[in-house]
């Protein structure tokens, strides 16, 4: 059982920034976010596979989020930039075990808010 700990979640105004951390108790294939907005389904945002370092984004954040890795701590990042009140969610840092299948583990997810 892999435990995931998010932090760095809070309030910005439209055109700020934010960083979230996730940091895994174990090795895993890949790890990434996936967020809920209210009244929305829940969806993916960003990945990152430990042993290539690829990343994949879904089209509303690329060029504004950056997810990235450090292998000494297990962490995961995601740097968020150019904020805006659509990425107003409950972010959810999620892991998986080998490339096939959906993800494994889920974070309890931090809430991030974009105010206009």
């Known amino acids: 059982q892999v435990q995931l700990v998010e932090s760095g979640g809070g309030l910005v105004q439209t055109g700020g920034s934010l960083r979230l951390s996730c940091a895994a108790s174990g090795r895993t294939y890949a790890m990434g976010w996936f967020r809920q907005a209210p009244g929305k389904e829940r969806e993916f945002v960003a990945s990152i596979r430990w042993s290539s370092g690829s990343t994949g984004y879904t089209d509303s954040v690329k060029g504004r989020f950056t997810i990235s890795r450090d292998n000494a701590k297990n962490t995961v990042y995601l740097q968020m930039n150019s904020l805006k009140p659509e990425d107003t969610a409950v972010y959810y840092c999620?892991?998986?075990?080998?490339?096939?299948?959906?993800?494994?583990?889920w974070g309890q997810g931090t809430q991030v808010t974009v105010s206009s």
């Open positions: 999620v892991a998986k075990r080998t490339a096939i299948g959906f993800y494994d583990y």
